[in-house]
């Protein structure tokens, strides 16, 4: 076999209720994997976050996962607006979400410095008008 | 791997191999195989769903009866407070507590007492800042084996007080001794139970070493005499010492109630259960201290060995309680540390982990998703395993093979009938 498990998930842009979905298979996968617990919450905590950020800034775009036995790589790419200060948007409580989203409870500004906070790597490419590519990194810390 | 003690047992002459008990159990915990279903001891959480669903009545609970009590001197009945709601037109708790001592328990003990003062250390223990929030509740034992076995994160977050049957049990054992004088072993301790996961908590408990109880019996395996020595009581005499929270506990929402604030969430159901704990774990879920988790819908009303339908139940309770006082027991001091866990809540990985050795379980996974994706897809649960998925699973594990799939078989057949066809 290669050395890692490969998963792909399409995120739908335009349906709240189904974020979560790829987060949670891919939980799913690393729980019979019997993979360490605390990694397992963090990549589940960062990618549903950035699954949300898709959902509501990006109408979607698709994930791929790769599982190593010492790590998770993940890439969230969508091709929305971009981020015009990457700065600005990594600051706690800033958000350019809609009411609507807030209602929700989603949109706090909570969402990029979360996925900072849970995951060991993190690196944002943006393009304005093209998309966006956020490359994400969990390692298990036994 | 240890052996498990389960209280849900199938009787196989009645089991007709259908797939109703596979499709509904929460932990895929049931394989049909050559027409009978089976239990995977160390995934099934004793929630009683597969006797809920089973149109056969294959699936029972094993609990105590009436018979058990007689090999004790002295016996006490511990009664949920769920059994208070299975009474047409009861107005008076103490008619059910009298006829209990009529069936031949000598002495009368009500969990919902136990349940007071729980929910009293609860709130101490929370107001102290003492525990890890937010607060899972101990009570259901189907929950807590839930947890146990499928999220290891929460483990830290059940509270570590013992569950209200526990210690009703510890309590009344200690009264009963100190009134007879008779030894520990003369006395009987039997929990009056609308569920099978208690039965079983009893037996194999994740709290203590040893359960202060001796038994349960099922409010349906009585229910008949019960009812029988209520319509025949001369006097009812005054037992009842709880007040409303302790009550309230047989009903989703009251051990909440008994938190005596806002920030609370409680819900009831199995699948309700897991989609909170899944929150939970990921975080989702803020602003919220306590969390109380039902395994069945209603929460205890809704045991599979009550008599009466859930909702039914609960309107009664409510009518019961209406003028009782708030809360009739109350800690003293030292009681809390008489009431915490013995052992910790440890995460048992083993359950569901497809190896412990991460390599192989890798090497398992992909050759999993590959034998996954050639499947139908359509869960049918016709080979035996409640999805595709499980049955990618089981392939994997040298359980099953796919040809125990009924559509990849008919287009096996197909294929060389085609063949033989071609050859003609």
Same mark, same amino acid.
């Given at each position: 076999m290669?050395?890692a498990i490969?998963l792909h998930?399409d995120?739908?842009?335009?349906?709240?209720t189904?974020a979560?979905?790829?987060?949670?298979s891919?939980?799913?996968?690393?729980?019979s994997?019997?993979?360490?617990?605390?990694?397992?919450?963090?990549?589940?905590?960062?990618?549903?976050?950035a699954e949300?950020?898709m959902?509501?800034?990006?109408?979607g775009?698709?994930?791929d996962?790769?599982i190593?036995?010492d790590r998770?790589?993940?890439l969230?790419?969508?091709?929305?607006?971009?981020?015009?200060?990457?700065?600005?948007a990594?600051?706690?409580?800033f958000?350019t979400?809609p009411d609507n989203?807030?209602?929700l409870?989603?949109?706090?500004g909570?969402?990029?410095?979360?996925i900072?906070?849970?995951?060991d790597h993190?690196?944002i490419d943006?393009t304005i008008?093209?998309?966006t590519n956020?490359?994400l990194?969990?390692?298990?810390n036994? | 791997?240890?052996?498990y003690?389960?209280?849900?047992?199938l009787?196989v002459d009645k089991?007709?191999?259908?797939?109703?008990?596979l499709?509904r159990?929460?932990?895929e915990?049931?394989r049909?195989?050559?027409g009978?279903?089976?239990?995977?001891?160390?995934?099934c959480?004793d929630?009683?769903e597969c $006797?809920?669903v @089973? =149109?056969?009545h294959a699936?029972?609970? /094993?609990?105590? %009866?009436?018979?058990?009590i007689?090999k004790?001197?002295?016996?006490?009945?511990i009664?949920?407070p769920?059994?208070?709601?299975?009474?047409n037109?009861l107005?008076?708790?103490?008619?059910v507590l009298?006829g209990?001592?009529?069936?031949?328990?000598?002495?009368?003990f009500e969990?919902s007492?136990a349940a007071e003062?729980?929910?009293e250390?609860?709130?101490?223990?929370?107001?102290?800042n003492?525990?890890?929030?937010?607060?899972?509740?101990?009570?259901?034992p189907a929950?807590v084996?839930?947890?146990k076995i499928r999220f290891p994160e929460?483990?830290?977050?059940?509270?570590p007080l013992?569950?209200?049957i526990?210690?009703?049990?510890k309590v009344a054992?200690k009264?009963?001794i100190?009134?007879?004088?008779l030894?520990?072993?003369?006395?009987g301790?039997?929990? $009056?139970?609308? @569920? =099978?996961?208690?039965?079983?908590?009893? /037996?194999?408990p %994740?709290?203590?070493?040893?359960?202060?109880c001796n038994?349960?019996?099922g409010?349906?395996r009585?229910?008949?005499e019960?009812?029988k020595?209520?319509d025949?009581?001369d006097?009812?005499?005054?037992?009842?010492?709880?007040g409303?929270i302790?009550?309230?506990w047989a009903?989703s929402?009251?051990?909440?109630?008994g938190?005596?604030g806002?920030?609370?969430l409680?819900a009831?159901?199995i699948?309700n259960?897991?989609?909170?704990?899944?929150?939970?774990?990921?975080?989702h879920?803020?602003d919220?201290d306590?969390?109380?988790l039902?395994a069945c819908?209603?929460g205890?009303?809704g045991?599979?060995?009550?008599v009466e339908n859930?909702?039914v139940a609960?309107a009664?309770?409510?009518?019961?309680?209406?003028y009782?006082?708030?809360?009739m027991n109350?800690l003293n001091?030292?009681?809390l540390?008489?009431?915490?866990w013995?052992?910790e809540?440890?995460?048992?990985a083993d359950?569901?982990?497809?190896s412990?050795?991460?390599f192989?379980a890798?090497?398992?996974?992909?050759?999993?998703?590959?034998?996954?994706?050639?499947?139908?897809g359509?869960d049918?649960g016709?080979?035996g395993?409640p999805?595709?998925?499980?049955?990618?699973?089981?392939?994997?594990k040298?359980k099953?093979?796919?040809?125990?799939c009924?559509?990849?078989l008919k287009?096996?057949?197909?294929?060389?009938?085609d063949?033989?066809?071609?050859t003609i």
């Amino acid at each position: 076999m290669s050395n890692a498990i490969h998963l792909h998930y399409d995120v739908s842009g335009d349906d709240f209720t189904r974020a979560g979905e790829a987060s949670g298979s891919v939980k799913k996968r690393l729980k019979s994997l019997g993979y360490n617990s605390d990694a397992i919450r963090r990549v589940a905590i960062a990618m549903y976050e950035a699954e949300i950020n898709m959902v509501i800034h990006a109408n979607g775009g698709y994930c791929d996962v790769d599982i190593y036995p010492d790590r998770v790589e993940i890439l969230l790419s969508d091709s929305g607006p971009g981020i015009p200060d990457v700065d600005k948007a990594m600051q706690e409580g800033f958000s350019t979400a809609p009411d609507n989203v807030r209602n929700l409870g989603f949109g706090a500004g909570m969402g990029l410095p979360n996925i900072k906070k849970y995951t060991d790597h993190m690196k944002i490419d943006t393009t304005i008008g093209v998309g966006t590519n956020l490359y994400l990194t969990v390692n298990v810390n036994e | 791997m240890s052996t498990y003690f389960h209280s849900v047992e199938l009787e196989v002459d009645k089991c007709c191999g259908c797939t109703n008990c596979l499709k509904r159990c929460p932990t895929e915990a049931i394989r049909i195989h050559n027409g009978k279903a089976h239990i995977l001891s160390e995934r099934c959480i004793d929630c009683g769903e597969c $006797i809920r669903v @089973c =149109p056969h009545h294959a699936k029972k609970a /094993h609990s105590s %009866n009436l018979e058990d009590i007689k090999k004790f001197k002295y016996n006490v009945a511990i009664p949920a407070p769920s059994l208070y709601g299975q009474f047409n037109n009861l107005d008076n708790v103490n008619i059910v507590l009298t006829g209990l001592k009529a069936i031949g328990f000598n002495e009368i003990f009500e969990v919902s007492r136990a349940a007071e003062l729980i929910s009293e250390a609860t709130r101490k223990l929370i107001k102290e800042n003492k525990l890890k929030k937010p607060v899972i509740s101990s009570a259901c034992p189907a929950i807590v084996r839930l947890i146990k076995i499928r999220f290891p994160e929460l483990c830290d977050n059940v509270i570590p007080l013992l569950a209200p049957i526990e210690l009703a049990a510890k309590v009344a054992r200690k009264e009963a001794i100190e009134r007879t004088g008779l030894k520990p072993e003369e006395i009987g301790v039997f929990f $009056i139970s609308p @569920c =099978p996961a208690k039965v079983t908590e009893i /037996h194999t408990p %994740n709290s203590v070493e040893k359960s202060a109880c001796n038994g349960a019996i099922g409010i349906s395996r009585i229910y008949p005499e019960l009812t029988k020595a209520m319509d025949r009581l001369d006097n009812v005499e005054n037992l009842a010492r709880s007040g409303l929270i302790g009550i309230g506990w047989a009903t989703s929402g009251g051990e909440s109630a008994g938190m005596l604030g806002e920030k609370y969430l409680a819900a009831d159901g199995i699948e309700n259960a897991i989609r909170i704990l899944e929150e939970l774990e990921d975080e989702h879920i803020r602003d919220v201290d306590f969390v109380e988790l039902n395994a069945c819908s209603g929460g205890c009303v809704g045991g599979v060995l009550t008599v009466e339908n859930p909702y039914v139940a609960q309107a009664r309770i409510q009518k019961l309680r209406k003028y009782l006082p708030v809360s009739m027991n109350h800690l003293n001091d030292g009681d809390l540390d008489e009431m915490m866990w013995e052992k910790e809540l440890n995460f048992d990985a083993d359950i569901f982990r497809l190896s412990d050795d991460i390599f192989k379980a890798m090497e398992m996974m992909d050759r999993m998703e590959k034998i996954c994706a050639d499947l139908p897809g359509l869960d049918c649960g016709s080979c035996g395993s409640p999805t595709c998925r499980a049955m990618a699973e089981d392939i994997v594990k040298g359980k099953a093979k796919e040809t125990d799939c009924i559509h990849k078989l008919k287009e096996q057949i197909q294929s060389v009938y085609d063949q033989l066809k071609n050859t003609i």
